[in-house]
């Protein structure tokens, strides 16, 4: 290829529709015929990242290796390629505005009066054509976050318009829009597409490829309908219809043709079959499981799924591994404690403590620690739930009655949880955590070294607080093992009970880098667990 091709992906009439899991699986498709692929996402929100945000209003904040705090859906783009993201990948108007004014206190636009077009559009022009002129990609997917119309949206539009016009046949743009079903009328009606589909053009774009959701098949007299009124070609209204699981859409958008219609438009002429062998390996154990388990997730954002949809991701690419079907029950940790952990747990494989932060909902937490210990049941913390592991031990092994963490009481006598000494003069909240990969070294012997298989890990991380090595010594001589290290700072990362059939926590977040093609050990592990604990 001479040139890299760029593919904008944009969404009309409602939110929520998908257009993460389209472009990931259109990028799917691609790379499985040879291409190099990634995808970016443009929020238009003013944060300058999700970082700050409320799990229940953004849901999960996806790290990737670099240490960018990004949108969920890079989490999709890296499950379904196998390929990491970075900084580059996620672009927000907080960032576009933060550039552009700091440019301009640079003197950089030599006293010309600053303006949406052309400052800030280029600004966005720029940050779309990072990823493609690295010389890495032949094809990068942009995905624009909101809906069209929206005012936060109009100069991504305006954008993604200088751009079809500057790039010809190198790009194209994508629509995602909804087909409702109105039970009343007995019909799907094509009107509010057709709304959609206007509205983006009264923006100067017009939408090459038709992606429309749907809960009923689309009949062909209503694509050629949509083909007309929204000014595409018939083979470009491209159905996606309700699936029982995001993995399965890659192979419907392959029977509709989605990345064929694609290469015809960019001009690329690759006649290999794409070859999703794995992928539907992977999918066939999904699907057929030989045993089921039921694992406890504990957390305080359970309400909204998507708090931790890393976690939930995860679990279904190890139950593919293990080919087994694990169910997850989503238990609010605010709603445990001694007189009600038995019924609250009853019935569960495993547990998984999950990350969060502040003290909400922090005494349930420790409540399941114990009577995961306890009772021998498989245990799984991360982050702040591995922190949980190491102050109930604390509590109940060591006898250290008030050990706590510094995060949830600053005046702690035990403070068996600090806080980082490089957090200790930071005020800003944004961006200042310890983020992205760092080194793990693991204990031989030990059973994560028996797990991953190696001695040197690389793990993602998102946290300020961390073990106070000073309670270090007393609670191996406890039983509390410390199996995993930072081999430059000492910073304790994972801790195990070697006496327990499956007691582990971790500092990092090994949800980050679990993907189709490469399911997380410690995942694939504990999963193994509990399908252990169910016999």
């Known amino acids: 290829m001479t040139s890299t091709k760029y593919i904008f992906v944009t969404g009309g009439v409602s939110s929520s529709l998908g257009k993460g899991i389209i472009a990931a699986s259109l990028a799917k498709l691609l790379q499985a015929r040879g291409y190099r692929v990634t995808i970016q996402k443009l929020d238009p929100y003013i944060n300058v990242d999700p970082g700050t945000l409320n799990p229940y209003e953004h849901g999960e904040c996806y790290v990737t290796d670099d240490g960018a705090e990004t949108d969920l859906d890079l989490g999709h783009y890296e499950r379904f390629l196998n390929t990491p993201t970075s900084q580059a990948n996620n672009v927000t108007t907080g960032r576009i505005y933060q550039s552009v004014i700091e440019k301009e206190r640079r003197g950089e636009f030599l006293g010309k009066t600053v303006q949406v077009v052309p400052h800030i559009t280029n600004e966005i022009k720029e940050r779309i054509q990072i990823l493609g002129k690295s010389g890495d990609y032949d094809i990068v997917i942009t995905e624009i976050g909101g809906t069209v119309g929206d005012i936060e949206s109009l100069p991504y539009i305006e954008s993604v318009r200088q751009l079809k016009w500057e790039l010809g046949d190198d790009a194209l743009v994508i629509h995602l829009t909804l087909i409702p079903y109105l039970s009343a009328a007995g019909e799907l009606k094509t009107k509010p597409t057709q709304h959609s589909v206007k509205t983006l053009m009264e923006s100067g774009v017009s939408a090459d490829i038709l992606v429309c959701r749907t809960e009923h098949e689309l009949s062909r007299e209503l694509k050629d309908k949509l083909a007309l009124f929204c000014n595409v070609k018939k083979e470009a209204v491209i159905q996606s219809i309700d699936a029982s699981t995001i993995y399965d859409v890659p192979n419907l958008m392959l029977e509709e043709g989605l990345d064929v219609i694609t290469m015809q438009k960019l001009n690329l002429t690759n006649t290999t079959e794409p070859n999703l062998d794995h992928w539907n390996a992977f999918l066939k154990r999904h699907k057929n499981p030989k045993a089921e388990v039921t694992i406890g997730l504990i957390g305080k954002y359970v309400e909204l799924q998507d708090s931790y949809k890393s976690i939930l991701e995860a679990f279904i690419h190890a139950g593919a591994e293990n080919e087994v079907k694990v169910n997850v029950k989503s238990i609010h940790s605010e709603h445990i404690d001694a007189a009600n952990i038995s019924e609250a747990l009853k019935g569960l494989n495993g547990i998984l403590v999950a990350p969060g932060f502040g003290e909400r909902g922090i005494d349930g937490k420790i409540e399941a620690v114990r009577y995961a210990r306890e009772n021998d049941l498989p245990f799984f913390g991360i982050c702040l739930g ?91 001589a406890a039983g509390l093992a410390t199996t995993g290290t930072n081999p430059e700072t000492g910073l304790v990362e994972i801790i195990e009970i070697p006496s327990h059939p499956y007691f582990v926590g971790v500092q990092y977040h090994p949800e980050y880098k679990s993907t189709v093609a490469n399911p997380h050990p410690l995942f694939v592990s504990f999963v193994k667990a509990a399908h252990e604990n169910s016999k």
């Open 386 to 476: 591995m922190q949980m592991a190491v102050i109930e031990y604390s509590r109940n092994v060591l006898g250290l009655k008030n050990a706590n963490s510094i995060e949830m009481d600053p005046d702690t006598q035990e403070p068996v949880i600090n806080l980082m000494e490089d957090q200790k003069n930071i005020t800003d909240m944004g961006g200042t955590m310890r983020l992205g990969a760092w080194k793990c070294s693991l204990a031989k012997g030990s059973k994560v070294a028996a797990i991953y298989g190696k001695e040197i890990i690389d793990e993602r991380h998102r946290h300020r607080y961390e073990y106070n090595n000073a309670y270090r010594d007393q609670l191996e």
